[in-house]
């Protein structure tokens, strides 16, 4: 995304946390809007209902409506089917209106079976939803950059309305406690360097401070 603020400069000091670069959050809010627009049709669905990100187990296939419609309407043409059958076992009802009933009873049932099928995919559905809000969730908490370590900033390379893309670098943080110090002796004065020694520093960075 955009880079919509910097927070810190060069030099200073960040804790644990703190807000280093945010990020114009406006597309993953719409992203975020969509991926719980999503969730709640499918909730909605399997008749759910309450928060959005609430992770409760969704109701007994037989319980959801699509299921309860389907059940209803299979043994409604499952009792006309048997009325039907014995209508025409006394010779009451033609052959015509038995193969009818019978016809609407497995249209009915392959209905209800049909029913159980998109519930089951609902149910996976949720799941995939669920991951999708928490991923959009996390990635506009993740708009704003946060320092992983305490220290010193040491590098800002990004600048506000700069577009960066993810893994991007915007900021080097030098950890000051413990502090650790790469640097080379002259060859005439290894004799000198022992285990344990305590050694004093400068960088340019920090002027006439002292570190040891």
Do not use: C, W
């Amino acid at each position: 995304g955009v880079v919509r603020r910097v927070l810190v400069e060069i030099g200073r000091e960040v804790s644990v946390g703190s807000p280093l670069v945010e990020i114009e959050p406006r597309e993953l809010t719409l992203a975020l809007a969509r991926a719980e627009a999503a969730l709640l049709q499918t909730r909605a669905q399997l008749g759910m209902s309450g928060p959005v990100d609430r992770d409760d187990a969704p109701p007994a296939d037989a319980d959801i409506a699509v299921v309860k419609t389907a059940t209803a309407n299979r043994d409604d043409a499952r009792a006309a089917f048997e009325r039907a059958k014995a209508l025409n076992a006394r010779g009451i009802t033609s052959f015509e209106v038995l193969q009818a009933a019978e016809t609407r009873y497995k249209v009915a049932d392959a209905s209800y079976e049909s029913a159980l099928d998109s519930v089951r995919a609902t149910r996976a559905q949720l799941q995939d939803r669920r991951a999708a809000h928490a991923l959009a969730l996390k990635q506009l908490d993740d708009a704003v950059v946060r320092a992983p370590i305490a220290g010193v900033v040491s590098e800002r390379p990004v600048q506000v309305g700069e577009y960066i893309a993810q893994r991007t670098v915007v900021a080097s943080i030098v950890q000051m406690h413990p502090l650790k110090l790469r640097t080379g002796v002259q060859e005439r004065h290894a004799g000198v360097v022992e285990p344990g020694q305590p050694v004093q520093f400068r960088v340019e960075a920090f002027g006439n401070r002292l570190f040891t």
